[in-house]
């Protein structure tokens, strides 16, 4: 234990009794493989391969944000962590049992635990169903009679909620979008869970609601010491709730770090992109002499991943090992996990390899926020090459070649 | 940002219905009421504002502001299909010195896709399923040009070209199901531009979009109308969006302009109470603070019942600062405060500068 201790110290986790340091969900090399069925004999023909091999663990008391583009796996891999979907490869650990392949039985007594909160507020309440059923339902169905009754538990987790306990006999179609989500989150609750699974909690709702439930949910982690999964697209929102967050990008994690170090100095290039995607609500920054690395060109296919880094075809640091070599998810700085060759701002990984590939000089853009003046096409990297040249120089150096 | 002399025009000062236009595009009073079975839904209720070629509006609001109504009030879709009888509309819009709302639909019609178009949220419903993306460009074109098949075809490749779409040659026969969001949302961009429209209307045009897409779009966005000068509406509720984009804003409540003005205003010296909440109730990736964000309490007005006074009265934290109870009798008219900055709110100038220096610039 003295030499996790030490560890734990040196890599300025939250100081915590080596008991609870134990984390709440274990997962290691998660996969989940859809198959693709063709012709009369349904035989496969291929997989979409949503989540490819993925580990993390959620800290007790955290909140683990995840973020990606549509299509990289992230809510797949929410589905996974609260067993709605089966995975077809590696392991879940809950608090230490395995949970990779129970039944639905077997996953009963756990989903007390384990709770959901879903994207949409319209389509996951039933639109027959009164308020007060909605949300009774889970005591319902673990056979659990809370201390003073069903009725008076679902209103008191109504008034949790900020919603009125008179709503009990509405019907959905009587809320707004933020008060369905608030209902969302009292059913979620319900069962008093010690995860909640969030996925995409916030974004069909609108700014001034969006803060309401975003609120909502940081008091009531600090009242019943929650810990959260939140899977978003929203990179804002992620980093104002979360403490830790990890990266996707084609059914990989592509860097988890702690939500600081990731937003002030971003390891992999692909978070250093999405980054600065972000539009800012700050006109000045228009003229500021900022840049913004515009990708080309979209997410490529899940159902045939790039070889290697399987972000290599659009980035623009590649090199030839990245398109051989798959990188792994190893720890550069302390609570910064990163999956790259040459990440950013550090010693370089294969400094050996220095030829850039023929792709990423076309990969990405170095747009001067005041992209203005030039009418040119779209089409021609502006200053590409000017970041291409990056990792031939010291590698240290790449961060102020690019920040000129 | 450059003149902003010229923003204050193109902004709005108050002109008499009937009046000749003084702005390229100008609405005036413009009212989209519905009536329902539960009782007449104001979408927009009395709304005016300027636009000038080559300048960028962002019209932003919550769901059910009316941002989306008013778009589609200008391109004269309202008066499509069975919902057309179902419409009452007033006021007037002025495009190029025409007026649309009294226009016949066929008047209409003929400007449509040629001096004004469209860009839609959600290309997949945009975009008929049934047709190769280079035949809906190309029946836009020949809609308003006498050209035959084959130069249409070649402006369409061209224009696939132009907002970035690889391999045009190849794409202009494929389907709207084999193109991606983002090439989706490209091709609808070559399709609202394939006549070089002066007035462009972008409704929520990246918010079905990843933010690197979405940066891809928005910079073409720029890029085409520096290139062909035209003006450009953008409606989001996306402030960030906005902020990169706009010109000036216009934001939107219950069916009517509550704050509007050049962008650095709106940001830098926002002086309507919802603005404020608009701005404190959004995490910001740019900044250190991460505590409690300020939502806006309660709900957004419904159409049908908006609240008498000012339609924000019943969220707004200082609606009983104004004395006598105005807030909740009276309806704020817009007025400037400075600088081609209007603003609908019966707070005094002294309290609002007090309120904004004091209790609100400190915590964004």
Known sequence: MSETETGAAAAAVKAAPADDEKPLLKVEGLVKHFPIKKGLLQRQVGAVKAVDGIDFEVRRGETLGVVGESGCGKSTMGRLITRLLEPSGGRIEFDGTDITHLGVGGMRPLRRDVQMIFQDPYGSLNPRHTIGSIVSAPFRLQGVEPEGGVKKEVQRLLELVGLSPEHFNRYPHEFSGGQRQRIGIARALALKPRMVVADEPVSALDVSIQAQVVNLMDDLQDELGLTYVIIAHDLSVVRHVSDRIAVMYLGKIVELADRDSLYASPMHPYTKALMSAVP???????????????????????????????FHTRCWKATEVCRTTEPPLAELRPGQRVACHHPEDFADQQPQDTVLLSVAKEAAELVPDEVSGKPGKPGKPAAAGKAAKAPEETPAKSSTDESQ | MTDLSKTGAAVGEPVRAGEPPRAFLEVRDLKVHFPTDDGLVKSVDGLSFQLEKGRTLGIVGESGSGKSVTSLAVMGLHRLGSRGKNVQ?????????????????????RMRGRQMAMIFQDPLSAMHPYYTVGNQIVEAYRVHNKVDKKTARRRAVELLDRVGIPEPNKRVDMYPHEFSG????????????????????????????????????????????????????????????????????????????????????????????????????????DRAQTDRLIPVKGQPPSLINVPTGCAFNPRCPYADVPKGGITRTERPELHEVGGGHFTACHLSQEDRTRIWTEEIAPKL
């Open chain 1, 280 to 310: 800012i609500p700050d006109p000045k920054r228009r003229t500021q002499k900022s840049e913004r690395i515009l990708l080309r060109g979209d997410v490529p296919s899940p159902i045939a991943p790039p070889s290697g880094c399987r």
């Open chain 2, 89 to 109: 509309m007033s006021g007037e819009i002025w495009l190029d010195g025409k007026e649309l709302v009294s226009a016949s639909p066929d008047e209409v019609r």
């Open chain 2, 182 to 285: 983002g090439m989706r949302q490209r091709a609808m961009i070559a399709m609202a531009l394939v006549n070089n429209p002066e007035l462009l209307i972008a409704d929520e045009p990246t918010t079905a979009l990843d933010v690197t897409v979405q940066a891809q779009i928005l910079d073409l966005i720029r890029d085409l109308q520096k290139e062909f000068g035209s003006a450009v509406v953008i409606i989001t509720h996306d402030l960030g969006v906005v902020a990169e984009i706009a010109d000036d804003i216009l934001v939107m409540y219950g069916g009517r302009c509550v704050e509007r003005g050049p962008v650095d205003k709106i940001f830098y010296e926002p002086s309507h109470p919802y603005t404020w909440g608009l701005l404190g109730s959004m995490p910001r990736i």
